[in-house]
């Protein structure tokens, strides 16, 4: 498999994570659709509400001045199959031996960076480089999709209006704050941003900047996105000097990073193969 094909698996599969839970009974937003027409409106709708939660109309128009209704987006998300795979069958593709010799090449070249990350927040380079490197195969493939028009779609759509409709917001909110402009915004089907894939809202709570040069730049910034990863699993419980495998202290911060089991497996395996458990 190529490494492209192999990072549009990878990507998809994160997205995946996010559909896991529909929206409970009256929690949808009050407007959706479920095709491109009314999209405009609703739209128009949502600028309005953006505006009232405190979102600069500069920040507005330049996030959504060229937004439509995707229909790639939505056949994405009806057309997801990859968790219907058992762990065996999954990890045998994604903790492969392209990312086991890359992940610990690069787990010694950023040596001293991860060491400081651990230092902060507890959580030790092999987790970092797996998730490095099953979301987005160590930043070298992102994902083609508009972030802002992917969540406006998903955010128009009424199967997760509400929660979409959030992470839109939050997306506004980053524009806001400076810390990319939209064209940087391009990821996952489903919105996901950055070199290991947060979703707006995540980003938003858990992105740091860690080379102090006064922006929390996921795409671009190695040092960025691997301490706001960290910071993420510290926000979730990471217990330093504790095992992640399935069934031990932290594999729990590993699932909320992606309540796919199969996932959170697959990254925990990755990582011992980076680390060199068991060699």
Same mark, same amino acid.
């Given at each position: 498999? %190529?490494?492209?094909?192999?990072?549009?698996?990878?990507?998809?599969?994160?997205?995946?994570?996010?559909?896991? /839970?529909?929206?409970?009974?009256?929690?949808?937003?009050?407007?959706?659709?479920?095709?491109?027409?009314?999209?405009?409106?609703?739209?128009?709708?949502?600028?309005?509400?953006?505006?009232?939660?405190?979102? %600069?109309?500069?920040?507005?128009?330049?996030?959504?001045?060229?937004?439509?209704?995707?229909? %790639?987006?939505?056949?994405?998300?009806? /057309?997801?199959?990859?968790?219907?795979?058992?762990?065996?069958?999954?990890?045998?593709?994604?903790?492969?031996?392209?990312?086991?010799?890359?992940?610990?090449?690069?787990?010694?070249?950023?040596?001293?960076?991860?060491?400081?990350?651990?230092?902060?927040?507890?959580?030790?380079?092999?987790?970092?480089?797996?998730?490095?490197?099953?979301?987005?195969?160590?930043?070298?493939?992102?994902?083609?999709?508009?972030?802002?028009?992917?969540?406006? *779609?998903?955010?128009?759509?009424?199967?997760?209006?509400?929660?979409?409709?959030?992470?839109?917001?939050?997306?506004?909110?980053?524009?806001?704050?400076?810390?990319?402009?939209?064209?940087?915004?391009?990821?996952?089907?489903?919105?996901?941003?950055?070199?290991?894939?947060?979703?707006?809202?995540?980003?938003?709570?858990?992105?740091?900047?860690?080379?102090?040069?006064?922006?929390?730049?996921?795409?671009?910034? *190695?040092?960025?996105?691997?301490?706001?990863?960290?910071?993420?699993?510290?926000?979730?419980?990471?217990?330093?000097?504790?095992?992640?495998?399935?069934?031990?202290?932290?594999?729990?911060?590993?699932?909320?990073?992606?309540?796919?089991?199969?996932?959170?497996?697959?990254?925990?395996?990755?990582?011992?193969?980076?680390?060199?458990? /068991?060699?």
């Amino acid at each position: 498999m %190529s490494q492209t094909n192999r990072m549009r698996t990878a990507l998809g599969v994160a997205a995946l994570a996010l559909s896991l /839970g529909l929206c409970p009974a009256g929690a949808r937003a009050a407007e959706c659709g479920r095709n491109g027409e009314g999209f405009e409106s609703w739209l128009d709708g949502f600028r309005r509400e953006a505006a009232a939660a405190g979102v %600069s109309k500069p920040a507005i128009d330049s996030a959504l001045g060229d937004v439509f209704y995707d229909r %790639s987006v939505i056949s994405h998300d009806r /057309g997801q199959k990859v968790f219907r795979q058992t762990f065996e069958q999954f990890s045998a593709r994604m903790a492969n031996s392209f990312r086991v010799s890359k992940g610990r090449s690069l787990l010694q070249k950023h040596a001293a960076l991860f060491k400081r990350i651990e230092q902060k927040y507890g959580v030790p380079g092999p987790v970092l480089v797996a998730i490095w490197g099953l979301e987005t195969d160590f930043g070298s493939y992102l994902g083609n999709f508009p972030t802002i028009r992917a969540l406006a *779609t998903l955010a128009y759509d009424c199967r997760r209006a509400d929660k979409f409709r959030a992470e839109l917001l939050d997306a506004l909110r980053i524009v806001e704050r400076g810390d990319l402009d939209p064209a940087q915004m391009r990821g996952a089907w489903a919105g996901e941003i950055g070199q290991t894939q947060f979703m707006p809202s995540s980003y938003l709570k858990f992105a740091v900047d860690f080379d102090g040069d006064g922006k929390r730049d996921l795409v671009h910034n *190695t040092a960025d996105v691997l301490a706001s990863t960290a910071n993420f699993l510290h926000g979730y419980g990471w217990k330093p000097g504790a095992g992640w495998d399935e069934g031990e202290p932290n594999f729990p911060a590993l699932l909320e990073w992606n309540k796919a089991k199969v996932y959170s497996k697959t990254i925990a395996l990755l990582a011992d193969k980076i680390k060199g458990a /068991g060699d």
